[in-house]
């Protein structure tokens, strides 16, 4: 299980135009595939809902060209929530560091549904993709937990529009629980 806060305000991103910060959850299922040169490389399956904030401060984004140009500048200029669920397939590299520190890169991708529509991302159907680096504490044979940061991005590959989307920088910890 992780646990993630992010937002575009942040010393790799900083756009003036409007505030997006995200709350993430990721349940996660492990699936070891393979040990290559002392790194073990996994597969995970991570469903997840993020729970977000976001407004618009730069009402000029959305442009007089649009069909209800005034009306979307008034809607998009509030503050609100929005939630994204998803289901995302990643691999995770882990190289042990020390007896129970180990260094860790995790890259993914899913399949996600936004239910509010912004100006910078259509309500619907919508891909992410997101990248951390970490460290694992093994407590104890079963359990250990994560420190991390990544990048996570959020757009529907031109399948709406509109399609800005949004990256963040985040960071975050997680909780780990061997079943065997």
Do not use: C, W
């Not at 939630?83 to 899913?110: H, R, V």
């Not at 250990?144 to 991005?153: E, V």
């Amino acid at each position: 299980m992780q646990f993630s806060q992010g937002n575009e305000n942040n010393f790799m991103f900083d756009d003036v135009d409007y505030f997006y910060r995200a709350n993430i959850i990721k349940g996660q299922l492990y699936f070891p595939i393979t040990t290559l040169k002392s790194v073990e490389v996994s597969l995970i399956v991570q469903p997840q809902i993020q729970f977000i904030k976001h407004q618009l401060y730069n009402e000029q984004f959305v442009r007089p060209e649009e069909d209800n140009y005034i009306e979307k500048r008034q809607r998009y200029t509030q503050l609100k929530n929005l939630s994204i669920t998803a289901i995302e397939f990643g691999i995770e590299a882990k190289q042990q560091l020390f007896k129970n520190l180990s260094i860790f890169f995790q890259a993914g991708l899913g399949l996600s549904y936004v239910d509010t529509a912004t100006e910078r991302l259509a309500k619907g159907f919508t891909f992410l993709e997101n990248g951390n680096l970490g460290l694992d504490l093994q407590l104890n044979q079963k359990t250990s937990i994560q420190f991390f940061g990544g990048l996570g991005h959020v757009s529907n590959l031109d399948f709406q529009l509109p399609n800005s989307g949004y990256t963040i920088f985040n960071t975050g910890f997680g909780f780990q629980y061997s079943l065997k």
